[in-house]
């Protein structure tokens, strides 16, 4: 069975800082990694995901995150934070289950981005 | 374009009303999903269907009973519902349902609310 973790419940960074929004996964077989971003009353958005290849996946909206295998982490970062990028942040990692592939979401990290 | 249609929007119904949610898509995708979200929570899977047959259903309960009349559309029938079944509900479809690293794209979510 999959998990994935997301240790921060919010993060809080100034406009132009680098951000950085963590998660950990657990995995058997190769390891299918998504982020995704929803805004207030509004469905998840892809960001960016991790299938194989390069350990630094880049996505949109500026945003790009490393896949590091020997810590099982997949965290999401951008070098220079926008207010507009305040949202609700989840980590996702997709395995092979009965019946087919299921996706697992972390619990979610809220960002806010101040001014 | 990427895009899962979703309606109605928002939706309130008493606990003795027969109500549908529905979804489009015409990416050709192959896999479609429902999800449930309560606030500041994660989605939690619901079901998958793959090729128009149901391939997983995370043990919901009956008075969930989703329905895919074709690769396009996806509904889900709602009867006898409760309170606590108040939630965003989302659609999504991905590409190859047999795939682990194919996208998972969402749709704006049918806000339902049970009085």
């Known amino acids: 069975a999959q998990s994935v973790a997301q240790p921060e419940d919010q993060v809080n960074v100034a406009e132009g800082n680098p951000l950085t929004v963590k998660c950990t996964y657990s995995v058997s077989g190769n390891p299918y990694l998504f982020w995704y971003v929803q805004y207030p009353n509004r469905g998840l958005q892809f960001l960016l995901k991790?299938?194989?290849?390069?350990?630094l996946v880049k996505g949109s909206y500026g945003f790009e995150a490393e896949f590091n295998k020997s810590q099982t982490s997949f965290h999401l970062k951008k070098p220079s934070a926008l207010v507009s990028d305040s949202a609700l942040y989840f980590c996702a990692v997709r395995g092979l289950n009965t019946g087919g592939f299921k996706t697992i979401f972390g619990a979610g990290t809220r960002l806010f981005v101040k001014a | 374009d990427t895009e899962v249609t979703q309606t109605p929007k928002h939706l309130v119904m008493g606990m003795t009303n027969k109500k549908s949610l529905k979804c489009e898509q015409h990416?050709?995708?192959?896999?479609m999903y429902w999800y449930k979200q309560k606030a500041k929570k994660p989605p939690e899977l619901m079901f998958v269907y793959s090729y128009e047959k149901l391939s997983i259903n995370e043990s919901v309960p009956s008075r969930f009973s989703p329905e895919c009349p074709n690769s396009s559309l996806l509904n889900l029938h709602l009867h006898a519902l409760q309170p606590e079944d108040s939630a965003l509900y989302l659609c999504?479809?991905?590409?190859?349902?047999?795939?682990?690293?194919?996208?998972?794209?969402f749709g704006e979510g049918s806000w339902l609310t049970v009085v």
């Open positions: 991790y299938i194989t290849g390069d350990n």
């Open positions: 990416m050709g995708h192959r896999a």
């Open positions: 999504a479809s991905s590409q190859e349902p047999g795939a682990g690293g194919n996208t998972i794209y």
